[in-house]
C-alpha cells in the first residue's frame, strides 16, 4: 500500500514509525513530516491544515491509505474530501470531529445520550456567565467553545479570577471566536487517566490503558501544555473500570452518534476523571493523544496497519491485537519557555548514540533535519520512550537515555510517572 501520515508531531512519528514496519506498507509520505519522521518516511513540504494540497497530492501520487493524526485536518473535513475521491481514510468526518471542536455541542450531546460528565451551562452573553458564576462560586472551569489548541480550559480557584476569565474570553477575545461561546462547568476532584478506543461506527475496541502529564513542571505544576509525559499501562483503570467506561461513556457516545447521523469512525480519546462517583468524561478528542500515542504505539505487537484499516474496514469486532506486556514511558524534551516564548534553531547533538537502542525510540516533533544535524523549530520538541519489564525501570531508563542528550536550550520534567510508580 502507498501511504500518507498527515501531522508533524511526536504523535506522527510514532504512527509512521509503527506503519513503516508493517510488510504491507511499500511506500510511506508524510505531510508536512519533520526531521525525525524523514527517517521512515518521505516528508512532503505541505502544511496539515492545506486541504486543497493534501488532496492533489493524494490524487497524484496514487496513495491507498491517508492517516490523519491531528485534530484541525480533521475539523477541516479532509476525510470527507478524501473519501468523496475515493480514498481511503483513517479519521472521523469533519461533522463527527465536532465531538472535540465544540465543548459546548459535546457536553449537549452527553446530556442527551446520558453520558456522564461534569454539570455545565453554556453562554454566549457576559452577564449572564457571571450571573452563572455567582450562584455556583469557585472553583468552576471555564472553557472556550471551539478549539484553543488546548489552552482554552481555565481552572478558577476565585469568583473574581472566574469573573476575570469570563472578561478575557468574552470580551477581550483572547481566543478570537472560539472564545465567543464559553462552557462552565462544576470543577471534578479525582484523577485523570486518558481512555482510547478504536471504532468503525459500530463496534469499539479499547486500547491499552494510559496516562499523561499536562502540566510544564514537576509535581503537576505550572501552565497546562499539550502533555510532557506519558506512560502505560496505568493501574488506576484496572479490568473492571475499563468494562465500566466501555458500557457507561465509549458505547453511548458511538451509538448515540450513529443516531444523530454522523457516525464515528478512527480514534475516540476520552480525557477521563476517576472520581469517587465513578468515572466522568472531560473531554473528548478526534484523536490520538500526544504524547500517549508514543508510549502505545511501542507496546504494539501487531500490524498497526491492520489496526488502522479495521476501523476503515468496519471490522472492529474481528481484531484481537497483541501487546506487549511491558510498560512505556515517555518523557517529553521541549524548549525553554515552552508552552509560552521560547527561541528556534538550536542544535540537538548525542541523538545518534540512542538510535541504536531496542528499548528507547527517539520520537521527534518539532525538529528538522539539516546537513547531518537534528535542530529544534517547536514547543515541544522531542519523545524520549523506554520500555522495560516495570513501570519505574522504563523510567529510569527514559532518563538515562535522557542524560546522554546534548542540548541545553530544552527542558523536561523529572518525574513523569511519579503518580503510578509511588501507587
Ligand atoms: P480539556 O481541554 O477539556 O481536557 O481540559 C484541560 C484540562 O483541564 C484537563 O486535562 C483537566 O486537567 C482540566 N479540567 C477540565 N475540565 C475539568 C473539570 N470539569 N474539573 C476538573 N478539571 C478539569
Ligand atoms: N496529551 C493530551 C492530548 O493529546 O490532548
Redesign the pocket.
Known amino acids: 500500500m502507498r501511504i500518507l501520515v498527515i501531522g508533524s508531531g511526536g504523535r506522527e512519528h510514532a504512527l509512521s514509525w509503527a506503519i513503516s514496519k508493517s510488510p504491507k506498507c511499500k511506500k510511506l509520505y508524510c505531510a508536512p513530516g519533520n526531521g525525525g519522521i524523514s527517517q521512515v518516511a518521505e516528508c512532503v513540504n505541505i502544511a496539515a491544515e492545506d486541504i486543497d494540497s493534501l488532496v492533489k497530492f493524494t490524487l497524484a501520487n496514487n496513495i491507498d491509505f491517508v492517516v490523519i493524526g491531528p485534530e484541525t485536518p480533521l475539523v477541516l473535513g479532509l476525510t470527507d474530501r478524501l473519501e468523496d475521491v475515493g480514498v481511503k481514510v483513517f479519521g472521523p468526518s469533519a461533522k463527527a470531529a465536532m465531538i472535540e471542536a465544540s ?1 459546548g455541542l459535546m457536553k449537549d450531546f452527553c446530556t442527551k445520550f446520558n453520558i456522564p460528565t ?1 454539570e455545565y451551562s453554556r453562554f454566549d452573553e457576559c452577564d449572564a456567565a457571571k450571573e452563572y458564576i455567582r450562584g455556583r462560586g469557585a472553583p468552576i ?1 471555564i ?1 472556550a467553545d471551539g478549539l484553543a489548541a ?1 489552552k ?2 481555565v ?1 478558577c480557584r476565585s469568583q473574581n479570577e472566574a469573573y476575570a476569565t469570563i472578561d478575557h474570553m468574552m470580551k477581550e477575545g483572547q481566543f478570537g471566536a472560539a472564545g465567543t461561546t464559553v462552557v462552565i ?5 479525582g484523577e ?1 487517566a486518558s481512555f482510547f478506543a478504536l471504532t468503525d461506527g459500530k463496534n469499539a475496541l479499547p486500547l491499552v490503558s494510559a496516562q499523561d502529564h ?1 502540566a510544564a513542571f514537576d509535581g503537576d505544576q505550572g501552565p ?1 501544555t499539550g502533555g510532557m509525559g506519558a506512560y502505560t499501562p496505568t493501574t488506576i483503570i484496572d479490568t473492571r473500570l475499563e468494562k465500566e467506561v466501555m458500557k457507561k461513556i465509549i458505547k453511548p457516545t458511538i451509538e448515540g452518534l450513529a443516531a444523530e447521523n454522523m457516525p464515528y469512525k478512527g480514534l475516540l480519546y476520552a ?1 477521563l ?1 476517576i472520581t469517587s462517583n465513578g468515572p466522568k468524561l ?2 473528548y478528542n478526534c484523536r490520538f493523544g500526544d504524547p500517549e500515542c508514543q508510549a502505545l504505539m511501542v507496546r504494539l505487537k501487531s500490524d498497526a496497519l491492520d489496526l488502522l484499516l479495521a476501523s476503515v474496514d468496519g471490522c472492529i469486532a474481528t481484531i484481537k491485537p497483541r501487546w506487549s506486556t511491558n510498560s512505556a514511558l515517555t518523557v517529553v524534551m521541549a524548549a525553554k519557555g515552552y508552552p509560552g516564548i521560547y527561541e528556534k534553531g538550536s542544535v540537538i547533538k548525542g541523538l545518534e548514540k540512542l538510535e541504536k537502542s531496542d528499548d528507547i525510540n527517539i520520537f521527534h516533533a518539532g525538529t528538522s533535519y539539516k546537513n547531518g544535524e537534528y535542530i529544534a523549530e517547536g514547543g515541544r520538541v522531542l519523545s524520549i520512550t523506554a520500555t522495560a519489564p516495570t513501570l519505574e525501570e522504563a523510567q529510569e531508563k527514559a532518563y538515562k537515555a535522557i542524560s546522554k542528550i546534548d542540548w541545553p536550550q530544552g527542558f523536561y520534567r523529572k518525574d513523569i510517572g511519579w503518580r503510578a510508580i509511588s501507587r
Open positions: 465543548k461534569a472551569v472553557k488546548g482554552g480550559v481552572i462547568e462544576e470543577f471534578m476532584e485523570e499536562k497546562n480525557g476523571m472531560i473531554e
